[in-house]
């Protein structure tokens, strides 16, 4: 668990640089290294509080997001953690448990330089496939089809196999 939102945010410390490893699946979609980027939740959304938070009309992830002058020095110190040498343009600064999941803002192990998909054509800035895997685990949150840590598990543990991993797809 993540300190949670914050009025104010202070660039978090990263792995030290080269010490953590992207896994690819066998399709080859990126995944964090466990170790250095096991997910981190937020201690401000649980399941008794899903209407008020996450599922609340008008949206949650907004009022919550760290500034860009944040994030932005973050994410060229977690490449460094990563090794990632690609264009950061290309790349995401992406949260492993989605802040729509209850994922901490801003804790360094809910964080990581997100690489492009297999296919990306260099320039063509970020894509990803994680991002309707975040959507659709969100709809069945505030459904009520899977709970907030079923879903916020899943994710973390393999978000190329979420759905099917909770019987969604």
Known sequence: MGAGPQKTYTVQQQPPAGSC????????EPLPDPKCTPGATSPAVTQANLAQTICRKGGYT???????SITGQEKKLNAASYGYKGSPA???YDHD???????????SRNLWVQPPDPGHKPGGGINNKKDPV????????CSGK???TAAQNAIA?????ALQSLGLG
Do not use: C, M
Request: no cysteine; hydrophobic share 30%.
């Open 21 to 28: 490893h992207y896994r690819f699946t066998k399709d080859g």
């Open 146 to 148: 899977v709970t907030l």
């Open 157 to 161: 543990t393999d978000w190329t196999t």
């Open 62 to 68: 907004k009022g919550i997001r760290p500034p860009a």
């Open 134 to 141: 975040e959507t659709k685990l969100h709809t069945a949150v």
């Open 97 to 107: 448990i989605s802040l729509q999941l209850g994922g901490d803002p801003n804790d």
């Open 90 to 92: 290309d790349a995401e």
